[in-house]
């Protein structure tokens, strides 16, 4: 997933204009906001995705941008749950809900930090 959102956000940081101007097209309020909004949003929830670390946190505005992007961008052109199931932003969708529930592994930051709490807890608990 960091591999998508990490380089996305970073080409709409570089692109505000561009994509504000997209935004604009498709109707989206506010367009000047959302899209160094979104941008932001793709860019830091990847390096969060990619690093391990509030990944539960990340998922939500992550998922957030996914439903509005179909909604926006997509919808046009879902004629049939077929058209609906092979949106690459569903995928996205159906993978960082896995990642909301589960966590981000057993080798990630989050996991990590989690094991060091969970230690210093029972030493303290031992006392």
Request: charged share 15%; aromatic share 10%.
């Amino acid at each position: 997933m960091a591999a998508v959102f990490i380089p996305s956000g970073w080409g709409k940081l570089h692109s505000l204009d561009k994509v504000t101007a997209f935004f604009v097209e498709l109707g989206i309020p506010a367009a000047h906001l959302q899209a160094p909004f979104v941008a932001g949003v793709e860019f830091v929830g990847g390096i969060l995705l990619l690093l391990g670390i509030a990944t539960r946190f990340a998922t939500v505005p992550l998922i957030i941008a996914m439903i509005v992007a179909i909604l926006t961008a997509k919808l046009s052109d879902i004629h049939s749950v077929s058209d609906f199931l092979a949106v690459d932003e569903y995928l996205y969708i159906v993978i960082m809900i896995g990642i909301f529930i589960w966590g981000a592994g057993c080798v990630s930051l989050d996991a990590l930090i989690a094991k060091k709490c969970c230690a210093k807890d029972a030493s303290q608990n031992q006392n």
